[in-house]
């Protein structure tokens, strides 16, 4: 497939056998077909976070046996807890997130990415598609610290010339969580 639509699969994935991957920038339906075109075309096993709707009916069989895990929308289910005791279980996992949490324009990040890995202690990998270069990889590992703004300063610098298919929809790499904290 990424033959075909003339993409490229940029560096190579990471050693590491436990992490969190960022999916940005997430703007189109394409997004996760081509991540999971670049996952097979690297070994990686994935499993991703989708919200629950895309599971229903007869897409959820099909949804989960391409490592889709349905998250509710707008209630708190202890995700972030749940998640952590699994990568404490688990011997290799390597769970994605968009953390802009929907293919629309918007004006921050969701930290679900950034408190779940810290939660594991495990890193956070720079997964990205770049609709304008037709590439995509996984580079980048971070991880989390106890300095949020500095964190969120090296994904800001990483992802600063990624473009999605639908750029207009690019959402500001900044998390809420940053105006209460700072940035400093």
């Not at 300095?147 to 610098?157: I, P, Q, S």
Request: hydrophobic share 40%; with cysteine.
């Amino acid at each position: 497939m990424l033959r075909l639509r003339h993409w490229r699969l940029e560096g190579s994935p990471p050693d590491e056998p436990k992490y969190v991957m960022i999916a940005a920038p997430h703007t189109s339906n394409w997004d996760l077909l081509y991540l999971l075109a670049m996952s097979f075309a690297s070994g990686v096993k994935l499993s991703w976070l989708g919200k629950d709707s895309l599971f229903k009916g007869w897409m959820g069989k099909p949804m989960r046996v391409l490592g889709g895990v349905p998250v509710p929308r707008g209630e708190r289910s202890g995700l972030v807890d749940s998640l952590a005791a699994e990568f404490a279980a688990a011997e290799s996992l390597v769970i994605v997130i968009p953390p802009e949490a929907t293919r629309s324009y918007t004006d921050h990040w969701k930290s679900g990415f950034y408190r779940i890995a810290k939660a594991a202690e495990v890193p956070i990998s720079c997964g990205y598609l770049d609709y304008a270069n037709k590439v995509g990889g996984f580079e980048t590992m971070i991880w989390p610290s106890d300095d949020l703004g500095a964190d969120m300063d090296k994904f800001r610098a990483f992802y600063a010339d990624k473009q999605g298919k639908y750029p207009d929809n690019d959402g500001v790499v900044r998390l809420r969580d940053e105006d209460a904290v700072g940035s400093d």
